[in-house]
């Protein structure tokens, strides 16, 4: 079992920049690709970015590429998302995700195993 816990979220302006965390419990956690998703109020959960066991392959969304970046520390049990150049259509509930397949930076939510419970980033306009 691994658990997952986020936090960082938190309300803020437009162009405005948040580090998400996502600190995990329980088996290796280097044993696990990452990866973050979204879902805002009424719309299927998406995905964001991810990063495979190592750091050393990543993949990101279209809709935030060159705005976010994925990063992980294995010594630290932790995963970030740091969010830049915030827009309104940002606004969701972010949830971290982890893969048994370590090299996986799978954009479909069937390849993660564990999630956390979420936390909601909102940036007003």
């Known amino acids: 079992q691994v658990q997952l816990v986020e936090s960082g979220g938190g309300l803020v302006q437009a162009g405005g920049s948040l580090r998400l965390s996502c600190a995990a419990s329980?088996?290796?956690?280097?044993?696990?690709?990452m990866a973050w998703f979204r879902q805002a109020p009424g719309k299927e959960r998406e995905f964001v970015a991810a990063?495979?066991?190592?750091?050393?392959?990543?993949d990101y969304a279209d809709s935030v590429k060159g705005r976010f970046t994925i990063s992980r520390d294995n010594a630290k049990n932790t995963v970030y998302l740091q969010m830049n150049s915030l827009k309104p259509e940002d606004t969701a509930v972010y949830y971290c995700?982890?893969?048994?397949?370590?090299?996986?930076?799978?954009?479909?939510?069937?390849?993660?195993?564990?999630w956390g419970q979420g936390t909601q980033v909102t940036v007003s306009s």
């Open positions: 995700a982890a893969s048994p397949i370590r090299g996986t930076t799978s954009r479909g939510p069937g390849a993660y195993t564990y």
């Open positions: 329980g088996r290796t956690f280097s044993s696990y690709a």
């Open positions: 990063i495979s066991w190592s750091g050393g392959n990543t």
